[in-house]
Structure formats: C-alpha cells, structure tokens
C-alpha cells in the first residue's frame, strides 16, 4: 500500500500535553515532512513542532502602509487637486480630517491584505482535500507523518517506511496507527 | 522528564517579599525631603509655580496608584487567568494610595486659598456671567466634598479588595476570589464615574470656560498607558531579583507588551478623537484649550505628544520587542515621562500661558513624589508576598504560559 496512494500515517492521542510531546519528538526523528491536528489551537504546538515564525505579520504591515498612502492620496487628490471644495473655510487639504478615513483604510488594507495572504498561502480552497477522521475536530489529536509526493524519498530526507513509522509512532505513545490513503485525504 | 512534569503541577511556594536595602529606603526618604524643601521653596517664592508643579505630581501620581487596583478589577470581573503571577505587583500601587489622600488634602487647601483654580475667585465668578452660571457646581465646599467622597469610596474599595487578596494566600481558597469578583463591579463603576469628576474637578476645571466631555476617558487613558509602562518595570524589577522566577517568563512580558502596545493606541484614538472634533466644529470656547497650546511656545510640547504615540507605537510592534524585558523596561520609562509630560501639557498652560516654563525646583518636587511612590510600594512589597501564590488561578496560569 506504500507508495503513491498513501497520504500519510497518522498517530492518535488523547490530550494535548501528549500531542505537544509527540510533536517535539517527531520533529526530533527529523522525518521529511509530518503535520499536527487538533480540534482547538494548542499553546505552544508550534514551537513543539519546530515551526518557523509565519510571514503573515509582514504581509498584514504592508497592508497597514499601503493603507495609509493611499488613504492620504485617495483625500488629498480629490479635496485638493481634481475638485477643490471650500468646506467650513478650512485648507483644501486639511489633514486632521482625513486621519478617519485614513486610519480606517489601514485597517481594511492590513486586514484584508492578511485574510487573502493566508488564503493563499494555506491553497484554500480545496475541496479534494478532507479530514482522515471527523474526531480531529471533536475530541481526538493527532500527528501525521507525511509521506513524500509519488512515493519517491528525496536526498536528505528519511526513507518512508511504513512498519518504521507505525512502530515509531507507538513507541511515542499513541494510541492507534492508521496508514491514511490518498483518497481519504488529498 | 517526569521530574519536571510533576514539577510544573507542584504547588506553588511563597516568593517571599522584596527585602528593600537601608540604602534605598534612605534615598527614598532623602527624595521625599528634597521634593517637600523645593515644594516649601516655591511656595514661599513663586506659589502658582509651586501649585501647579504640585497639581502635575500629584494628579500623576495619585492615577497610578489607583490603576492597580482597577486593573486588579477588571481582571477579577473577567476571571482572567493569565495575569494571576503578576496581580500582587499591580495591587501593590495601591500602597501609594493614603499619601494620595495627602497630596489630595493638599490640593483641597490651595483650592480653599485660593491659589490653584481660576473659579475659586470670588469676584472672578461675580464678574464673569459663564463662571456665576456654573459657581452651583464650581464652588470650594462641594468641590472638597465630591472628591473627598470619591477618592474615599475608591480608597476602601481598594483596601478591601487587596486585603481579600492577601487573605487568599492563607486560605488557598476560591471563596476569595469570589469575594472579588462581587466587590470589583461595583468599584469599576465608582471609578469610571469618579475618575472622570476628578478628572474634570482636579485638571479641567483650571480653565473653567472651557470644557470637554471626552476628557476623564482622555485622562484615564493616560492612566492605563502608564500604568502598562509602570508594570512592565516593577514586574522586570521583581523577576530581576528572583522573586518571579518559575513564575513569570518571557510569555507573560509579551502579554504586558501587548497592553503597553493596546493602550499607546487606545491613548492616541482618545486624544484624537478630542482634538479632531473640536477642531472640525471650530467653536472658540472649545477651541482655546487647543489654541493656547498651539499659537504659543507650548507647541513643542503638543508636537511631543505625537511621539508619544508614534515612538512606543513602533517600538512595541514586532513581536520580539513584546518579549524581551529589558526592551520593554526602556519602552516604559519613556512612556511614564511622556505621560507626566502630558499632564503637564493640561495643567502648566493655564498658570504659564506664553510656554513651559520649568526649573530644577520643578524637578526636585517631582523627586519627591518619585521618592514617596518608590518608599510606599516597595513598603508594600516588603511586608507583603509579591506573588498571590494563594490564588486557585495561578498554577493554572503559570502552567498554561510554561509550555
């Protein structure tokens, strides 16, 4: 069954703290690829996990700049340049009164900006893809030890082997083992 | 590996109290000798220089000293749990509070003599038509009384609700904390209501034609902008000295990091929101409060307060900068200056219209209140544990924040 139609293979356990120091020592075994479900997000899982800082943020501070320039050009341009407008006598271009609109495009930029990098960064959506087992969303923690893509092990990489990884994934203390097929998954 | 399992669920000991040295508390007491010499100085030579540099301290001062214990508040009424290993630091301001009622009495006695607020004139109000129509609020007797009464009430809801939480570290028992949390509503809305009298009794009322509805949320925005900056530091200092440690890591500066971030915006959204409609509508007796801090040599000052926005803004928005202590103990101190500052920039106008004016005697007064806060909450640290080590949420707390 190894090989191209093998997702992965999966280890349940019953609590976060057990999910947490399963994760660390996958991480430790250094297999090529593996990934960890839980129903709720679970403090410090990524670090347990060795995963890098995301680069959401920036994208969201990008957002919030361009926000703010064209926030102030969107006003300045149009009060000050296309169609001047006398309003209370004030300067054509009177910056305290943009600052809302400003302060709102930041928001909506920044925000927006973010919801749509991490769209595209997590390939959503994709409806071939679906969960292994519905208790992952309930009750259940899991970690999959992904196999590589077309059953190929990369140079650098650990060989996938299916009894290796069953074994190790018990010696680490889950529950049950299951070797999740392509088709339940991707 | 079990060791340390079983460790993080072990129960958690007394800390102890901060030992503090002869050395400092003799400082301390020298600090409070050369603010009360310059205060007499000044008020023998130069009394409305005296008052206001008094009103500046001591409304700045008497702020942090109630913002512990309203952070304490809010974070019993919401059960929060992670800010249980440094909810004694934040009560500990509390000790500021009777010296507060001091300089509060002192205050009381300028404003009967007549030497701080503009509408304790007599023949001011008799000959000013605006200030006769306000003399039924604006008036020494009920002034003396409503915030006597006020900072009373805060002060026993203060003394109750710290005393609930030091028995707890006897009992170990959530009954206290449910004690509290019954307690805090009721001062949370004492103190909205009461913090913004005073805010408008004790610093708006200096020019008493000009008003603000906005202004007690202005003010207590600056509270809790300082009190931020104000926890960061103890807090540092605390763990500095090992009192904190195993308790409070670099997760719980985050969290502090976060609120010293959150409230530098919340601050700017208030005080823009202030100026922007006063300044949109353009109505003159709303617009000289702006006016005489804009057309004068105050306008370095009000440039300043953009900065005090935008430094802590930039300072605090990587994540890094929130998790390192000792960045964030620079970020605070700018942030306590720039918020004096700030209230100097409310108070000084309406003594010195043509620009700040400052001197060391200026300076040795508010040594003196620094001397007095620093003497009163590390007494209270002293003869009290720094840690709430007797509150059912802390092991749940410093559990969660150590994984």
């Not at chain 1, 409806?127 to 992952?136: E, H, L, T």
């Not at chain 2, 020494?140 to 009430?153: T, Y």
């Not at chain 2, 409609?277 to 000052?301: C, H, M, Q, S, V």
């Amino acid at each position: 069954m190894a090989g191209k139609n093998t997702a992965g293979i999966v280890g349940f356990f019953s609590d976060e703290r057990a999910l947490l120091q399963a994760a660390a020592k996958v991480k430790d075994a250094q297999y090529l690829s593996f990934d960890a479900f839980s129903p709720y997000p679970v403090h410090g899982l990524d670090q347990a996990m060795g995963l890098r800082r995301s680069w959401l943020p920036y994208v969201t501070f990008g957002g919030g700049l361009t926000g703010v320039t064209l926030g102030y050009l969107l006003q300045w341009w149009t009060s000050s340049q296309s169609w001047p407008v006398n309003v209370g006598g004030k300067p054509f271009n009177s910056v305290p009164a943009w600052v809302p609109v400003i302060f709102e495009l930041t928001i909506l930029f920044a925000g927006v900006s973010t919801v749509v990098a991490l769209i595209l960064g997590c390939r959503l959506p994709n409806v071939k893809k679906r969960a292994f087992d519905p208790a992952i969303t309930r009750d259940r923690f899991a970690v999959m030890i992904e196999a590589p893509c077309g059953g190929a092990a990369p140079a650098g990489g650990k060989k996938f082997d299916e009894s290796e990884i069953t074994s190790f994934l018990k010696s680490i203390g889950a529950q049950d083992v299951r070797v999740v097929a392509e088709e339940g998954w991707f | 590996m079990a060791a340390a399992h079983s460790h993080a669920h072990a129960e958690i000991k007394n800390p102890g109290n901060l030992k503090v040295s002869g050395g400092a508390k003799a400082l301390f007491l020298v600090l409070i000798a050369v603010g009360l010499g310059c205060f007499g100085y000044l008020l023998a030579t130069a009394p409305a220089r005296a008052w206001s540099t008094f009103l500046v301290n001591h409304f700045f001062f008497m702020s942090l000293g109630l913002s512990g214990v309203f952070f304490a508040a809010i974070h019993a009424v919401t059960g929060s749990m992670w800010s249980a290993p440094v909810r004694r630091v934040a009560e500990s301001f509390t000790g500021y509070l009777p010296i507060a009622a001091l300089t509060l009495i002192a205050v009381f006695v300028g404003t009967a003599t007549g030497q701080i607020y503009e509408w304790t004139h007599g023949d001011v109000v008799a000959a000013d038509q605006m200030l006769t129509a306000k003399s039924g609020y604006l008036n020494v007797p009920f002034f003396i009384v409503r915030n006597a009464l006020v900072f009373g009430a805060l002060f026993l809801f203060a003394r109750k609700f710290v005393a609930n939480s030091l028995k707890q570290d006897q009992t170990k028992s959530f009954a206290e904390s449910a004690r509290n949390a019954a307690l805090a509503p009721g001062f949370l809305i004492v103190f909205a209501l009461g913090f913004t009298m005073m805010s408008f009794d004790q610093i708006m009322s200096l020019d008493p034609h000009w008003f603000s509805t906005i202004f007690g949320v202005y003010c207590f925005s600056g509270l809790y902008y300082s009190f931020w900056a104000l926890m960061a530091l103890s807090t540092h200092g605390l763990e500095k000295r090992g009192l904190l440690k195993g308790v409070v890591n670099e997760n719980h500066f985050h969290d502090i990091g976060k609120f010293m971030f959150a409230f530098t915006v919340f601050w700017a959204y208030i005080g823009f929101s202030q100026f922007m409609l006063i300044w949109y509508a353009n109505l003159p007796e709303e617009t000289r409060f702006y006016l005489a801090r804009f057309d004068t040599k105050w306008l370095g000052l009000s440039i300043f307060l953009v900065v005090k926005f935008a430094l802590p803004f930039f300072l605090l928005l990587p994540r890094a900068a929130k998790r390192n202590a000792r960045h964030l103990r620079r970020v605070a101190v700018f942030m306590l200056v720039a918020q004096w500052i700030d209230i100097l920039w409310l108070v000084q106008p309406n003594f010195f219209p043509e620009g700040p004016n400052l001197d060391l005697f200026d300076l040795g007064v508010a040594l003196g209140f620094v001397g007095a806060f620093a003497w009163a909450v590390t007494r209270f640290l002293s003869k009290n544990p720094v840690l709430a080590y007797g509150d059912p949420r802390l092991a749940e707390s410093v559990h969660h924040h150590h994984q």
